[in-house]
């Protein structure tokens, strides 16, 4: 069972993916089965989670810190996308997470953040990840890699024309996920 404590105020956001001068945000901190938390800020744009983390654990000098982008109309579908990624997909790498649920919010994280993974719901409407990462790697050369998670099989052709680098399929499989995210931060680290 999660518990929740909420702490309105000024928050400083402290890692690239969540920094943002100081601003009055309502922060939600979750803690997780594992003993972990969650944090999330709540902003006149939506809400931003912006990362987890092990109470009381540091991480590792060798571990990498990555920012992983979650995109869905839908809070659930980014938690269970969260959930399968998890915080650490691989021994040596560390995620953190940031939410967009719409296309504008997703474009302006990309635009003002460091996004090291973009993972889209190619099922969001009105406007989907794959249509989002076509958008994203046509307009920008330093394009974050994208993960498109999709429901059929069959939209892989579609996923990609799209130009996506992977794509994975609902309900989403935790192994194969995070397999999948990691394989993907590690070719984008050593381009």
């Known amino acids: 069972m999660r518990q929740t404590e909420s702490i309105p105020g ?16 309502d ?10 938390r969650d944090v999330r800020y709540a902003t006149p744009g939506g809400t931003i989670a912006c990362g987890s983390y092990e109470v009381g654990a ?28 998890g915080t650490r997909p ?13 296309y504008a919010q997703c474009v302006r994280l990309v635009d003002e953040y460091e996004i090291d993974l973009m993972l889209l719901d190619g099922e ?17 050369e330093d394009a974050p890699p994208t993960c498109v998670v ?5 939209d892989r052709w579609l996923a990609a024309f799209a130009e996506v680098d992977a794509t994975l399929v609902h309900p989403l499989d935790p192994v194969t996920t995070g397999a999948t995210v ?3 931060l590690r070719t984008h680290a050593a381009a």
């Open 124 to 140: 969001a409407s009105p406007g989907g990840g794959i249509g989002i990462a076509r958008q994203i790697k046509d307009d920008r």
């Open 58 to 85: 540091s991480p590792a000098m060798s571990d990498r810190q990555c920012t992983v982008l979650l995109y869905s109309d839908d809070p659930q579908v980014r938690d269970r996308m969260r959930l399968a990624v």
């Open 27 to 36: 922060r939600t901190a979750d803690r997780t089965a594992g003993g972990g």
């Open 150 to 154: 999709i429901a059929r099989a069959a």
């Open 10 to 25: 000024p928050a400083r956001l402290l890692r690239p993916a969540c920094r943002a001068a100081d601003r009055t945000a």
């Open 90 to 102: 691989a021994p040596d790498l560390r995620v953190e997470f940031v939410e967009a649920s719409d």
């Open 182 to 184: 990691a394989e993907l």
